[in-house]
């Protein structure tokens, strides 16, 4: 059982450039998160899946896109990467709204120069 | 605006003995608080969530309070080893899908 799978685990790009971080859950959780954590600034929440077919915005979504593709993967999208987006980027996912532990990913470094 | 603070200062502390995190928020009316572990190169890991109605959680060597009034929550973990050194996070919740915040962290270490 793996649990939440991201994929790269690390990425370098140069501004302007364009890419796609993948996150799969094979738990049979209807919900989905994608999150950023910078040093001295938390968890934050860029794009939320609330149920296979929907989207929201959550605390800071300017400069990403988000696809649910089906139940298990939940993809982000940066079109033309800035270096504030130099962050550690994590998924997770729960099971539906009634069960509030988050279970995450291991994260992907990227880096923007 | 909401805020959550956690002390920033890593947190050092004998082997065996017992200890104590403090989450700290303003401007929240939580439904529960939950406590993430984090170790590094890793995704947080859930410990423990306590709702708005309960004082005190257990579970195993750790011990979760959550004061409504004084807007705090202690975190305790009691004869603390090396293995419990790592990042906690706390993170206050409203239910639905995405009234989650998260504080920025206390690293603890624990030393032998």
């Known amino acids: 059982n793996a649990g939440v799978t991201q994929t790269p685990k690390f990425q370098v790009l140069k501004t302007g450039q364009s890419m796609t971080l993948q996150c799969a859950q094979d738990m049979n959780h209807n919900s989905m998160y994608w999150y950023r954590q910078d040093p001295g600034m938390g968890l934050r929440l860029i794009y939320y899946s609330a149920s296979e077919g929907t989207t929201d915005k959550g605390e800071v979504p300017n400069g990403y896109n988000v696809s649910r593709l089906n139940k298990r993967e939940f993809s982000l999208r940066l079109e033309s990467a800035a270096p504030s987006q130099t962050s550690v980027y994590f998924c997770a996912s729960i099971l539906d709204r009634d069960n509030e532990k988050l279970f995450f990913g291991s994260g992907t470094q990227l880096s923007v120069l | 605006s909401q805020k959550i603070e956690q002390n920033s200062e890593a947190l050092n502390i004998q082997e065996g003995k017992t200890a104590t995190l403090t989450c700290n928020y303003t401007?929240?009316?939580?439904?529960?608080l939950q406590w993430y572990r984090q170790d590094p190169g890793r995704g947080p890991v859930f410990l423990l969530l306590?709702?708005?109605?309960?004082k005190e959680k257990r579970k195993e060597r750790l011990k979760v309070t959550f004061d409504t009034t004084l807007k705090q929550s202690l975190f305790h973990i009691t004869a603390s080893q090396p293995a419990d050194s790592a990042t906690y996070l706390c993170?206050?919740?409203?239910?639905?899908?995405?009234?989650?915040?998260f504080g920025t962290g206390t690293k603890l270490q624990v030393i032998p």
């Open positions: 993170a206050l919740g409203k239910g639905g899908y995405q009234k989650v915040t």
């Open positions: 401007n929240y009316s939580p439904a529960y």
């Open positions: 306590i709702r708005e109605n309960e």
